[in-house]
């Protein structure tokens, strides 16, 4: 399916840093939620947006999410506090962009993509994630809410892992980590998708598999799109060229790069997979053609002759006429000799399309 | 549609650097207009060449915006007053450019292909713009009137946005932007025409749609032909290599750069999406001659025979010539018997194309 | 066929680093071998994972190979005692790596991939091999028993080669040597496949050649996936970067990655082949077509016309009725003519179709 | 159409450098044209070998043009007083060259190749021509008489441009840029040439027009073949590398570097239109194939049931045998009624035929 | 044709350098050949390994050309000689390397392919040869006798040409050159082979043919496979960094860098080609099955529908029965009637087709 592509909305008479949510609009009310910890103390609140200014100077380290980004007043008020460059702003409400990377002064900027696979429709779901890495304090956007981060909240919460014990980099790497890992369930829902193709496509190569197929290989060229940028992202990451990254952070932030790699070599592959199977289709169909040509060509070959004789002695040349006129009809052995002729034709026809291995 | 190579009209005699106007020359009498400002300050008028001059030394920011390059001797005028190289008019002149930028001792000079999408034709109609960026003003070549560069100057009127406060190199930014942001306005016509396409193909893959794809994808090769060099044009300007341009602006082109990024891949995206169609198309008419010849198979297989055997039948041979003759149009249930001989026939046949699977 | 992608099984609630074990989970229990060497003396035993603990600094060379992985509380207390990184521990047990290399402090992590091509379901099976190499000792953790090194432990066994006269590198080297030779074996059974299959399409294209292709074609595809990223680990082996190997070692990985660049060749090379493969086999279905079609066309144009005359003659009306109703019934050498016309019309389709070199 | 690889004709026994000429020996005498010329002084003369030596050292700016190479002992005699190394004698001997440029010593050696286009063949015709830079001489070796230099001759002539008041490097410059300038032509060629098979295709696309697109494929694929290699020499050209080229010529060689990349964009855009042809082409063809088995399939599908039910009754069963026997022959109405079923047999036929949208 | 992968036959038992011959065993009697000469002296004679070795350390040049590889323990007796690694030493063994170049300390190792067109199989025939190029010595191996090297050997023994004057590099050189060279007959027979096909094509696409480009496509791939490496071993050659070689022959490698980026062009432009020929036959195929379709459909159109009419009235209803059983029969005019009729239906479907652009 060819997914529409959603026009930066900005009108063009915007200017550069001018904020306009590009979006969907019919998300709901924005929902800032905070989790402030360190390896000793926790907390977890729904705050409004002046509640959460507090958290920015405080040593502990906090994780803003804001569910929503529809709400520009808001936005450019949080932008503001946080000192958020208004280009970054335009970025994180343009839910258009590729996936990046970029370094500021007081902050890194990352925009990826959260994928999900919608199993009904076939289809993946996109949704733009964005997240601010400044000292001590990771602020993510989302459109809407339902995320996966699930996990990295429980572990905050219950202090499992290291996430407590390390810095607000770590916090931005969990985040990511967790948005890649959840591509493998992409890749592995896609995998199952284009191998049940395959079986249907050995067994019946109807034209529904044939759309079935066109939508998968659009979806892996949407995934692919969504994905290839993300190579540049953890490999900046990776470089060790940005402070704010410690280098306790940066061998987990290797290890996403491998995660990434894997990603970006499966999805290849299943673009190869899905040329494959198209070309398997074509072949197919072409193949079922020759099999009904066949079973045609056979048929008329062998009973158009002998009914062009069957027709012969049909004619209705009087007999009386002359002894010119069709005397065969008269033939005591006539008809025998001509029932005899048939099928010496037919045989001759199996032996022929015998030799050609139509048979 | 291949779209007509128009020779660099220059005729081989012509040296290099000797201008000779490549474009339509259909094109109305040059218009010059200069928005000249600061911070504080702001002028806007239609003027002649002899006026524009004054504007070269003055201090404020001047925008000089030329609609319509055919006036040679007019266009020699003002390079010669502005200190334009003899091969920059050249290029400026020469319709057929690519996108570039090109580094001199006074000036900055680019190159840019802006574009506009006819929805009627189903088109993309191609503008060259050649833009020239000096100390403090920015002097920009159209062939002809009409442009994306209204909110520009709304912007610059009314004093909104940054424009006003800032350099002669934003404002060459500013436009820059404007044209690639009109980029998107293309693709999503693009993008559009493509999901329509593809719906039409679905219900019914006439002849029509073949061709419809077939000139999408003409025009989805000339706009990947004129946005790939764009990628090199603003990356050089981001580079921070450039003196005419300031630490302030380059923020700003680095989003640019982005945004180029971001046409160039969903325009490879496009590319792959229209070969999608084009295989799709493809495969569809194999499947509906697949249907059509399984119609006319089944027909032909199950009638054939049977016309044969009815056929047989009508032969005149004479019974009182033998016994041998045609005994059975004698017997009390011959016709019975035929009848049913036929009727197992198409049973048969109607069971062997249902193992098949053609029925 | 389209293998399914197995995802990595680490539920989404995995903090990095926790270990999941995510691959065949059947495999039985965990096998511990050592063998122990220098020059003079050389020792081989299977151990219990407490007994191993012992080698870790003495200062022989020491090869410990664990088969079966899935034993996490196993693989922790190995990898803290052995102090492996848990990401080089969660690596070690998610079996859908990519091939790489790693470098630590204290060790050198490799993944590769082992290939046995299984001759009967025509299928290369992959298995994971992680090796981690440290100052004198190599610890290579695998899936399952049943490996490629019998040759090296012989080797190391009966003193043979340089194996017992070098370092621990050396005996990392002669192990991925091992593996890479293996590959060759692999490329050999593909050659002889394709070979067959190319056989076969010139004696009759039939449509399970056309899936055995498509079959190879995949196991190309996975092959390639899994030996591309190998060019890289050997590259970096090569570069003389790496502390924990010496410069004697190094000739040799040159030749290592010669035959990497040597396998990586030949897989394009099949790749090529088996798409040639396809091409043909498409080709040949459209012209068997052709031959089938010519066939039916010779039948059906040269006797429909002629059984159209004798249908005429066959028609009931009335000579009575007036002298214009059929009076060539009864002329006396009606039946002689229209038989000659009949003949005539034979000899002009085969001399039409003899023209157009359909005969 | 497949040129001829002509084999460089050295027979193996040739030592490098050993001089055979390896073009078409059809050529005329050699024809020596000497330009002589500085700011204010202009002489153009037909010299013999010997008499062109004396301008090797003279201070006023030569250009020596050399038609037809095939004379050896010639060309070796010009080689050994210019002090051309023998290797570069056989470069432009040997008139299979990719375009190159090689600096020496005391001289820059730069092979292009000269294109024209024939409209009556519709063939690109190649001729290989080398230039020799020395100081204050520009040596040029053509294949055969006739070139596009000839406005470079009249602006000599006539001091016209900048050819007079510069050194050697601009008047090399001057003649890649007619080289060039002249591939605009051909490209307007192609161009025209795809355009018109174009139409015609959508018209009717004929067995002649395949034909003719893959004829300008394959002049297509041997232009970008001559293309390609240019991108090299001018960029080496314009890097600043090579001594004997001033700082003044540099800014032009960078304009001819420009529409070298223009060239080749335009054969890749070409590239792309000629396979879109050729797709276009096959579908077209296609979309025939289907409209013919439509209308067969339509008239036999419909006339093959009720031509059946004609030959039914038309069987000669005797209705005297028994009262089972055709009893429908004399019933009053059989008639009517057999022509009803046939009637609504083709009625239900054209409302299948509609429902499936093949009418 | 697939050539079968022959694989290392080094058992997986042997160690890394142990020598086992890989090739064609039934190779015969190792012979080897040396050329001795320096700028005055030469001599030739074939002698024993034993008595090869004492020209070591001569000061004049050596060239021990060796004719058979398969007699290991002569191998391992030359390289101890020689002082040449163990690993070359398998290289050398191994006939199915990649070309290659490996400088060690005291000499360069070389490997190339040596190629053979076999006219009468349409074959390349491919022979490994191996280089070791030392202070003042040149020691070629190959597979078998026969070789490209006779003119070599003709210039050395009469002193013609730079051969005697110059250094061991020299004459690896020149029999690199000839290698190369000689690829220029082989690509001279492809593009022969290739306009023969396309010539046969335009006649009479048979399925021949079909099969003859795709074993000259096979040929092109593996002559791909063999050129494309030597690429960098002449890239590495001319680099300059290899003590061994000196600078006045460096300019004849840059010379031989040329030639093979010159073949590397050619066999990519011959893949191009043998596609295009791929898809001509594919549209040659398509428009011949249009061709035979159009001629069954209309002669099944017309005759059918006429057919049906004569069947109809062939019906033996009995007129007696009723005034409603096929009155026409009794009509004068009846039979001239239907004859008109079935002549406009004829004209009719003439008219159909004609406008369908069939006829």
Redesign the interface.
Known sequence: ????????K?????????LIYEGDSSAKKTKITVFDYDQNTFSEQEVTPEECFQFKNKPTITWLNIDGIHDIPLMEKIGRHFEI?S?TL??ILNT???A?I?VYENYVFIVVKMLKYDHDTAKVDIEQVSLILTENCVISFQEKEGD?F??IR??IRQG????RRMKADYLA??LL??IV??Y??I??A???A??KR?EEL?D?PS?EI??AI?KL??EI??LR?AVW?LRDVTANLDRGEIELIGDDTR??L??LY?HT??VI??VE?FR??SS?L????????????????????L???I??????I??????????A??K???P?????????M?LGVMLSIVIGMLIFFKR???L
Chains 1, 2, 3, 4, 5 share one sequence.
């Open positions: 399916m060819i997914r529409p592509f959603r026009m930066r900005k009108d063009i008479g915007a200017f550069p840093g001018e460059h280009l335009e970025d258009q962009q590729r990046k970029e996966v699930t996990p429980d572990r499992k892992g290291r996430v790497y969990s980590d967790a890992d959840n493998f369930l890749l592995e896609i995998s199952e284009l191998g395959e050995t019946n034209y044939l759309h066109h290989r659009s060229i949407y799109k940028p061998v987990f290797r290890d491998d790699i894997q070599d499966s592959t190869d997979m494959g198209l070309d398997l289709y074509l072949s197919s169909i072409s193949n079922r053609m020759n099999e009904i040509m066949k079973v045609l060509t048929t008329a070959s009973f158009i002759p002998i009914s062009f069957a027709g012969l002695y049909g004619m209705n040349f009087n007999p006429a002359s010119w006129s069709m065969e009809l008269n033939t005591p052995y006539g008809y025998v001509v050609k291995k139509w």
